[in-house]
């Protein structure tokens, strides 16, 4: 419930950059279409490709925002910590959720490039969602690491930030899973992200089901990191609260 | 911070059970070695753990207020957050039979970037209030803190003291019966601190459990009935609020203290600019 008001507070920051919380994914989806299907006419992924980047995009820039904001939850919040009552975990939660708001007003983004591309997506579009849960569900696993993380090892925010831009390149944003050569395939399938992405565009593209067991993998990846999240974080906490 | 666990039949209000809380130091690497040097040039620190309270064990029955004395440096802050549950132990245990409402720095909780409604609405959060409760007060708080009628501008530049009144009004609306209070009772002019005894004098007399820091002897004197002297990380004695400040000021820290002062004074005027 607080974390409702957090957010509401967050936003009344927010209200006059709403329209660039659509522009800056629009701009950089356009920008990666232009450059690898117009001018590389190269077949990464589905057609139409302006709407394959797109629906994946979205949820990469959701991804990237919350992850690397998170590192710094609790260093932001020092003071506030110092009296708080309520769970330290919320301080992470409350980041999520507020990058997660962003990204659902970001949609829209998609019904556009539908517009635009004329293409309408089947029934399995109720994955959308499922994606959507199991995408947070990751999110917060990793999220209470490498918040927590920050506490011990100072250099984690850096360090994150550049694997967040790696694994932008390793994950099947720009290109579809099956563009991947097949002997490096089932390794790709252990990125969490890969299942994820898949399950946001089985609806639009219903080919990309085949490999089921991409979304199995991402879904005990996310158990276990939150799992994982919560085990480091609790054993962290005392060290948390000491930041000042 | 707690997820802070109650006890509810514990005998005493708070219970320390010979609790430490040590802090890890960073200091550039030392020594002339070839690898230290090695070392120290790749901006790497050497870790130093200090104790900044060990081996503490006391009681704090309900509705006691008692005076936390100690020179600054000596670890009273982080027992009264040890105390409220919002520094976890590194040894020992604190049980707690009711919630303490930490009123330490909280106008360094303020947001200055928030309306004064939206910052009560987050700090009485913080508190422990739901935004039903919160709701209910918003009226009496701003009024209490003289803000009422701004309470939907920005916090922006706000004096100190409409802040400091701000933040012990939110903490006064709190339906608690404990409270560890570092330094608040220093605001406004004699009206208004007239005002804020009288508030504290009635939860007192109402049964409220008072953990009080203040560099102010006579308001302690006033206010509570015993002392617990920290020094050194650890307790010297649990005294009388009297002779507890007579065996302070002859403490060799008190030079310290004067400058801690100074150095509060500084962070008010950085929180002018």
């Not at chain 1, 409702?4 to 279409?33: A, C, H, N």
């Not at chain 2, 803190?145 to 701004?150: D, P, R, S, T």
């Not at chain 2, 005002?195 to 009080?212: D, P, S, V």
């Amino acid at each position: 419930m607080l974390v409702l008001r957090d957010l509401q507070k967050q936003y009344t920051k927010f209200r006059l950059g709403y329209l660039w919380t659509l522009l800056e994914p629009l701009g950089m989806s356009i920008v990666l279409w232009l450059v690898f299907s117009v001018l590389l006419s190269r077949q990464l992924g589905e057609q139409p490709y302006a709407l394959f980047i797109t629906v994946a995009i979205l949820p990469w820039w959701w991804f990237t925002k919350g992850i690397s904001q998170s590192t710094r939850a609790f260093k932001k919040n020092t003071n506030a910590l110092a009296i708080s009552l309520l769970p330290t975990e919320l301080w992470v939660l409350r980041v999520i959720l507020v990058s997660m708001a962003e990204f659902l007003l970001s949609l829209p983004i998609i019904l556009l490039a539908m517009a635009f591309t004329r293409y309408v997506p089947g029934p399995l579009i109720v994955f959308y969602p499922v994606a959507i849960i199991l995408q947070f569900l990751l999110m917060y696993g990793i999220g209470l690491l490498v918040a927590s993380g920050v506490a011990v090892i100072p250099d984690l925010a850096r360090i994150v930030r550049i694997v967040m831009r790696a694994l932008f390149y390793l994950s099947p944003v720009l290109y579809s899973v099956s563009k991947i050569p097949h002997h490096i395939q089932s390794y790709a399938s252990l990125n969490p992200m890969v299942g994820i992405l898949g399950l946001y565009r089985i609806g639009f593209w219903p080919a990309e089901i085949e490999r089921t067991i991409n979304y199995v993998i991402s879904f005990l990846v996310a158990l276990v990191l939150i799992g994982v999240g919560l085990f480091v974080f609790r054993r962290l906490e005392p060290r948390i609260l000491k930041e000042d | 911070m707690p997820r802070i666990h109650l006890t509810p039949d514990l005998a005493a209000l708070v219970e320390f059970d010979s609790v430490g809380s040590s802090v890890v130091r960073r200091s550039r690497r030392k020594g002339g070695g070839r690898k230290q040097k090695i070392r120290r040039f790749a901006g790497e620190f050497q870790h130093d753990r200090e104790w900044l309270l060990r081996d503490v064990s006391t009681l704090i029955g309900a509705g006691e207020s008692v005076a936390i004395l100690g020179t600054p440096d000596s670890g009273r802050e982080e027992f009264l957050r040890l105390a409220a549950g919002t520094l976890i132990p590194d040894e020992g245990r604190v049980l707690r039979r009711e919630p303490l409402i930490p009123m330490i720095n909280v106008i360094r909780a303020l947001d200055r970037s928030y309306t004064f409604r939206q910052n009560i609405y987050i700090i009485g959060g913080l508190l422990g209030m739901t935004p039903n409760e919160v709701e209910m007060k918003v009226g009496s708080i701003a009024e209490e803190a003289e803000v009422a009628a701004k309470l939907d501008k920005y916090l922006g530049d706000a004096k100190p003291m409409i802040r400091q009144k701000l933040a012990w009004s939110i903490c006064m609306a709190v339906d608690a019966n404990a409270y560890a209070i570092d330094q608040i009772v220093v605001v406004g002019g004699e009206d208004y601190r007239a005002h804020c005894w009288e508030r504290m004098e009635a939860k007192r007399a109402a049964g409220a459990t008072f953990l009080l820091v203040s560099d102010e002897p006579d308001f302690l004197l006033r206010f509570c009935d015993r002392a617990i002297v920290l020094k050194d990380g650890g307790i010297l004695v649990e005294t009388s609020v009297e002779q507890g400040l007579a065996i302070v000021g002859e403490l060799p820290g008190d030079e310290r203290r004067t400058k801690r002062k100074e150095d509060d004074d500084d962070d008010v005027d950085e929180d002018e600019i």
